[in-house]
Nanobody
Framework: QVQLVELGGGLVQDGGSLRLSCAAS????????MGWFRQAPGNEREFVAA????????TYADSVKDRFTISSDNAKNTMYLQMHSLKPEDPAIYFC????????????????WGQGTQVTVSS
């Protein structure tokens, strides 16, 4: 089992920045890649970004490309999502997830999930 805990959500002004973190514990060696997803009320959970633990390859949703940066600190088993230029369409619960199956944009490819952290953008 891999346990994931997200931190860093909160309220930020339109155009502001926020950094989320996701700490992994447990059988972290069974996780090959990690990702961020988000879910706004009434919407499906959607892909935001993902990173491969070993090679550092990353992929982003078009809606966040050039504004968000995903990174990881393997020594700390922690993944980050630096968010800049936050927009009114970005508020959601942000979830981190881990998969043993390689980097993926598909939520169904992820086995382990955190509890989520709320991001709110005020205009």
């Amino acid at each position: 089992q891999v346990q994931l805990v997200e931190l860093g959500g909160g309220l930020v002004q339109d155009g502001g920045s926020l950094r989320l973190s996701c700490a992994a514990s447990g059988r972290t060696f069974s996780s090959d890649a990690m990702g961020w997803f988000r879910q706004a009320p009434g919407n499906e959970r959607e892909f935001v970004a993902a990173i491969d633990w070993s090679g550092g390859s990353t992929t982003y949703a078009d809606s966040v490309k050039d504004r968000f940066t995903i990174s990881s600190d393997n020594a700390k088993n922690t993944m980050y999502l630096q968010m800049h230029s936050l927009k009114p369409e970005d508020p959601a619960i942000y979830f981190c997830a881990a998969t043993p199956s390689g980097i993926s944009t598909n939520k169904y490819g992820y086995t382990y999930w955190g509890q989520g952290t709320q991001v709110t953008v005020s205009s």
